[in-house]
């Protein structure tokens, strides 16, 4: 007879969680993957970190989890910080061995609100006494390609050319998080993607390639906040590192 293990997943529904459940999908051998979610859904678990609803069942008998769920701006005070310190709770009363919980790279030198809820988030894991693994991570594509578009529809490109961006393609995240679940509790690691650019180089090569003729309106972020962005706040040297490029990304091919 052999032993399965259980790895719950928080946040499942989002593009990180999509990414994470199918790697995990394909890892074969015994585990056992419980995506959860704030909505019943067909095989997943329904629980809210906002409330506290359903988290002792979500866990119960949980070996680890993965805890992507987070308010990314809209209630990142009651999900990422109350809502964390709830699951880290509920795991530690259920017996979890593993909590790994994703964070952002540069969460402990931008000052933005999210950030801090962000951090605040990542010192309850770390203070919490379940074994865990904190990993933060660097900007999707996704994300910066969603910032661009946004940023075309006002008739002009709003950029600030010298920040420093290390796009990382969830996919790579997502196998990062495989082998570090293999591993066991790890502490504080970071994973960026394989390339640092200036915010300048990403628009230019968004622009070419979705044919965007909008003119870049060169901006400065100010302050401490623009300062830490240039200064490469957003990027890491740590190894390993993604191997999926932002050209990779805008040609569709990762």
Not at 4 to 27: F, H, I, Y
């Amino acid at each position: 007879m052999t032993n399965t293990t259980t790895v719950l997943v928080t946040g499942a529904s989002g593009t990180l969680g999509a990414a994470v459940l199918s790697r995990l999908a394909g890892a074969g051998g015994d585990l056992v993957v419980r995506p959860m979610s704030r909505r019943a859904r067909s095989g997943w678990v329904a629980a809210d970190l906002a409330t506290g609803t359903g988290l002792p069942e979500a866990v119960r008998g949980a070996d680890a989890v993965v805890h992507l769920a987070s308010g990314a701006g809209r209630n990142s005070a009651g999900i990422d910080v109350e809502g964390t310190g709830r699951l880290v709770a509920a795991a530690r009363a259920a017996g979890v061995r593993h909590l790994l919980y994703v964070s952002i790279v540069g969460v402990d030198r931008v000052p933005i609100s999210y950030y801090r809820a962000k951090l605040a988030a990542e010192r309850i894991v770390a203070a919490g006494e379940v074994p865990c693994t904190i990993l933060r991570a660097t900007q999707f594509p996704q994300l910066i390609d969603r910032l661009l578009t946004a940023s075309s529809r006002l008739g002009v490109l709003v950029v600030d050319r010298r920040v420093l961006v290390q796009p990382v393609h969830p996919a790579d995240v997502a196998e990062r998080i495989s082998s570090l679940l293999g591993a066991g509790p790890a502490g504080a690691v970071e994973f960026g993607g394989p390339e640092v650019h200036s915010f300048g180089e990403l628009a230019g090569a968004w622009r070419r390639a979705r044919g965007v003729r909008r003119p870049v309106l060169p901006i400065r972020v100010p302050g401490r906040a623009g300062r830490e962005l240039r200064a490469g706040a957003l990027t890491t040297a740590a190894r390993p590192a993604g191997t999926r490029t932002w050209g990779d990304y805008l040609a569709g091919s990762a």
